[in-house]
T-cell receptor, first 114, second 113 residues
Framework: DADVTQTPRNRITKTGKRIMLECSQT?????MYWYRQDPGLGLRLIYY???????NKGEISDGYSVSRQAQAKFSLSLESAIPNQTALYFC?????????????FGPGTRLTVL | QKEVEQNSGPLSVPEGAIASLNCTYS??????FFWYRQYSGKSPELIMS????GDKEDGRFTAQLNKASQYVSLLIRDSQPSDSATYLC?????????????FGQGTRLTINP
């Protein structure tokens, strides 16, 4: 089945460490997204990419960076992790040019920054 | 005013009854609307999409859209305990030159056996 995968699924790290979260997809979609989810705050967009050469900031990009290594791979980095980056992180994909922008989510990464 | 608003609940419904979930949105030019189901600790799962005014039915689920009132709802008929989850409303529109989804905070639904 075409799928979206994320690694790692859980990560505990310390303040100041560099962390990379990875996302891969076999759906053949061009568009990829990174969201974080916090209790009471819903899903918030961090970065998105419409193709390999296109990277855009979302509403909460400060403290994060991304890399689109290939159509199927989109990585999120926390250069120097801080405790308020503790959250559930989701990668999502959607089809290029799709008017409706249906997005499909990976299983998520639970990140804890101590 | 939030772009997408949902009652956070919890909404408690007896098994076999109809669960009704509501969502309002602020951007009049929004083009497409989605309902996602999210079980605790899991990722959002797309269950319904709707683009035109009126009703759209898929099994026990019916999505209703009223663009004039900027309102979208999800009805779940014959509710089952497995329907207990948080339901996220998402609205797609053109923002800063790009198609983006904006999510509501979600409504927590509990189906009581």
């Amino acid at each position: 089945d075409a799928d979206v995968t994320q690694t790692p699924r859980n990560r505990i790290t310390k303040t100041g460490k560099r962390i990379m979260l990875e996302c891969s997809q076999t759906k053949g979609h061009d568009r990829m997204y990174w969201y974080r989810q916090d209790p009471g705050l819903g899903l918030r967009l961090i970065y998105y990419s419409f193709d390999v050469k296109d990277i855009n900031k979302g509403e909460i990009s400060d403290g994060y960076s991304v890399s689109r290594q290939a159509q199927a791979k989109f990585s999120l980095s926390l250069e120097s992790a801080i405790p308020n980056q503790t959250a559930l992180y989701f990668c999502a994909t959607s089809k290029q040019g799709a008017f409706y922008n249906e997005q499909f989510f990976g299983p998520g990464t639970r990140l804890t920054v101590l | 005013q939030k772009e997408v608003e949902q009652n956070s609940g919890p909404l408690s419904v007896p098994e076999g009854a109809i669960a009704s979930l509501n969502c309002t949105y602020s951007d009049r030019v929004s083009q497409s609307f989605f309902w996602y189901r999210q079980y605790s600790g899991k990722s959002p799962e797309l269950i319904m999409s709707i683009y035109s005014n009126g009703d759209k039915e898929d099994g026990r689920f019916t999505a209703q859209l009223n663009k004039a009132s900027q309102y979208v709802s999800l009805l779940i008929r014959d509710s089952q305990p497995s329907d207990s989850a948080t339901y996220l409303c998402a609205v797609n529109g053109l923002r800063e030159g790009a198609q983006k989804l904006v999510f509501g905070q979600g409504t927590r639904l509990t189906i009581n056996p």
